[in-house]
């Protein structure tokens, strides 16, 4: 929301643009675009919140936190924890989260069809999020679309996360892909700065964590399925 109340899916987009039939390349954020994983997240940081002697936070506020990366949730979950302890507390999330990151998380609906459409029809497609990188991987492969992608890059990948575009710049140069024929496909603010950082254009999906927070930074065009992508691209 911003100060006059407005909600976030009626800004208009930043620039005029209409998708092309074919993109060069196609550039995915993971948790809150490909996969719901707000179960198990919120589970893995109320149990480190357990551990470390706190009592759970409501899911919603999990959710909010997630975007910038693992240490970044973590001390947003634990704001009276000394800058000190925030290690351990990282580690036993991390330790945890590995072994339940399968437990619910799904891919959200009719984003396994559209993939399946554009991998059919040789779309260069990656995905860059800020999660660790091995996380990112055993997830993908653990809901069987490890194929889809030429290249899949974490929050530990590069020196810099999202919104640095270090990490989009190195899919483009990699792909040999045009940038304004590359889209950045996300839930938040985070993924459309990477994509203005990078010079890309910027596809924001109307479900996932953080949509809200679009009135920031409101993405060239919006979806509310990720086969619209798939109609607007083939």
Known sequence: MTDGGARWDSFQPARDFSPARYADLLVFDLDGT????????????????????????????VYSYVGDGAPML?????????????????RYFLDYYREHMLDATTLYPRVRQALDR??????PMAVLTNKPVRFSERLIEGLGLQSHFFRIYGGNSFEEKKPHPVGLEKLLAESGAARERSVM?????????TARNAGTQACGVAWGFQPETFAEAP??????DMGELADRVL
Not at 74 to 82: H, S
Not at 185 to 193: N, P, W
């Open 185 to 193: 496909v996300g839930d938040s603010a985070v993924d459309v700065r």
């Open 118 to 123: 554009l991998h059919q029809a040789r779309v």
């Open 34 to 61: 490909l996969i719901d994983s707000k179960r198990d997240l919120a589970d893995s940081v109320n149990a480190m919140r357990a551990w470390m002697g706190f009592p759970p936070i409501p899911d919603d506020h």
């Open 219 to 224: 993405p060239d065009f919006l979806i509310d």
């Open 74 to 90: 973590v001390r947003r979950a634990l704001p009276a924890v000394a800058e000190e302890d925030l290690p351990r507390a990282l």
